[in-house]
């Protein structure tokens, strides 16, 4: 069974970093690209950026570019968010997502990142 | 970017009810295009891929249809299972985008 468990969120300062992780089981991690995806208190589903199996290619919604970092450890079957200097727009429920055939195909659950002073 | 405009944004329906959701894109995206279902406190589920493919698991109640910039998702049959909130999403071109969503409520 394949399974997404994201880690990491909690409650940070404007300006402040945190790192999400998401550990991935139940399928070959290695061999699929992976995303994150975040849903805004009362908003939609917003992609935010993704990674290809091998790590490299990383995408970036552009309010995030130069803030936020994708990253995979394929040793440890885990998905990693580096966030610097948030915003209270970033405040969001942060979903781990795996790509494959041009869809997200399986979600964690989510972990919240609440951005507030 | 490309843009989708789901409608409508929500909906009332009863069990048993045939409904349908409408997504437009801002250009045209060929079949580059799947629905997602969403529960509070769930993790969200794909439902179909490439336009009109359902995805594994699925009840076969849902539907999708449409190419280029109209789709639509149907669901024959409405369920209680199925009162969610629905996103459609584009896979042609990153960054990925979603609709806003359709909320499906109990009438």
């Known amino acids: 069974e394949v399974q997404l468990e994201e880690s990491g969120g909690g409650v940070v300062r404007p300006g402040g970093s945190l790192r999400l992780s998401c550990a991935a089981s139940?399928?070959?991690?290695?061999?699929?690209?992976m995303s994150w995806v975040r849903q805004a208190p009362g908003r939609g589903l917003e992609w935010v950026s993704g990674?290809?199996?091998?790590?490299?290619?990383?995408g970036y919604l552009d309010s995030v570019k130069g803030r936020f970092t994708i990253s995979r450890d394929n040793a440890k079957k885990s998905l990693y968010l580096q966030m610097n200097i948030v915003r209270a727009e970033d405040t969001a429920l942060y979903y781990c997502a795996r790509w494959h055939r041009n869809t997200f195909d399986f979600w964690g659950q989510g972990t919240l990142v609440t951005v507030s002073s | 970017d490309i843009q989708l405009t789901q409608s409508p944004s929500s909906l009332s329906a009863s069990v048993g009810d045939r409904v349908t959701i409408a997504c437009r894109a801002s250009d045209t995206i060929n079949d580059y295009l799947n629905w997602y279902q969403y529960t509070p406190g769930r993790a969200p589920k794909l439902l179909i891929f490439a336009a009109s493919n359902l995805q594994g698991g699925v009840p076969s109640r849902f539907s999708g249809s449409g190419s280029g910039t109209d789709f639509a998702l149907t669901i024959s049959g409405l369920q209680p299972e199925d009162f969610a909130t629905y996103y459609c999403q584009q896979s042609l071109s990153v960054p990925w985008t979603f609709g806003q969503g359709t909320k499906v409520e109990i009438k």
């Open positions: 990674i290809s199996k091998y790590g490299g290619g990383g």
């Open positions: 139940g399928f070959t991690f290695e061999e699929y690209g």
